[in-house]
């Protein structure tokens, strides 16, 4: 229904509905079948190889970032399908992805089964806890490519909190997340041609981004180490009013 463009200190910011975003993942899995695993979760549905190379330099660009020596415990969260373990799996002690899609997360283990070194969990972001997911002891890593864009506002702040909460004393939060360039972006009901269907995502600016940055993560002992575009080819970001950021946070004693 709506694209909504919001200038910085404009009040108003619409927000989107829950049960509709995850009724949009909940047919994405049903699609995996048809699409892959891949294409499913990086919507380049009409782009034959769009998502695949998409999907390929995101891996290369922060698989280095994570710093991983084989002895971190790495939290995924919006993990999907579970794309990214298999690029971890060597790098890592452990394991744990999470999601609110309950459909994602069966292809997922059904792909990749659990074991001791590796588990899914779903949840929301904003409910994480060490209880919640089972867990006793804290990760040094958390990877959350792409999520944050599909939560309101206040949802994002509590998210950014229970990363704090769950990390170790040292440890390493690397987000990747479309960002508006100019005014803040709100898709509400919006159909999508590529994806013939309705979708609902904010895209924040990154000035919005540094505030809730401060007010949750750093205020919780991080630093900003690096912030980065994603992609240099613009045939990868292939969006006029967005571009792929990652925003790389370090806490150490």
């Known amino acids: 229904m709506a694209r ?16 509709k975003v995850a009724s949009f993942f909940e047919e994405r899995a049903r699609r995996i079948p048809e699409l892959g695993p891949v294409k499913a979760v990086i919507y380049q549905d009409k782009h034959p190889t769009l998502a695949e190379e998409r999907d390929a330099r995101e891996k290369e660009t922060l698989l280095p970032a994570l710093k991983l020596d084989g002895t971190q415990r790495l939290l995924d969260a919006g993990c999907g399908t579970g794309r990214w373990y ?3 799996r060597p790098h890592l002690a452990y394991y744990h992805g999470v999601d609110a899609s309950g459909g994602l997360l069966a292809y997922a283990r059904s ?47 509590e998210t950014l909190r229970r990363f704090a909460d769950v990390c170790a004393p040292t440890a390493r939060i690397v987000l990747r997340e479309p960002v508006a360039i100019d005014n803040r972006l709100s898709l509400v009901d919006h159909y999508s041609d590529d994806l013939e269907s309705s979708y ?45 950021r990652v925003y790389i946070l370090d806490r150490a004693p």
């Open 4 to 19: 909504i463009s919001t200038p910085p200190g404009q009040d108003g910011k619409p927000g989107i509905q829950r049960e």
């Open 200 to 244: 609902n995502s904010i895209y924040r600016t990154d000035a919005e981004w540094a505030d809730m940055l401060n007010s949750t993560l750093i205020i919780a002992g991080f630093h900003l180490t690096d912030e980065r575009d994603l992609f240099s080819a613009a045939a990868l970001n292939n969006r006029a009013e967005t571009r792929q």
């Open 111 to 157: 792909a990749l089964g659990e074991d001791a070194t590796h588990r899914f969990t779903e949840i929301s972001a904003d409910e994480l806890t060490l209880n919640s997911l089972g867990e006793s002891t804290r990760f040094d890593r958390i990877l959350c490519a792409g999520l944050l864009i599909y939560l309101n506002d206040d949802e994002v702040l």
């Open 86 to 88: 298999e690029a971890l």
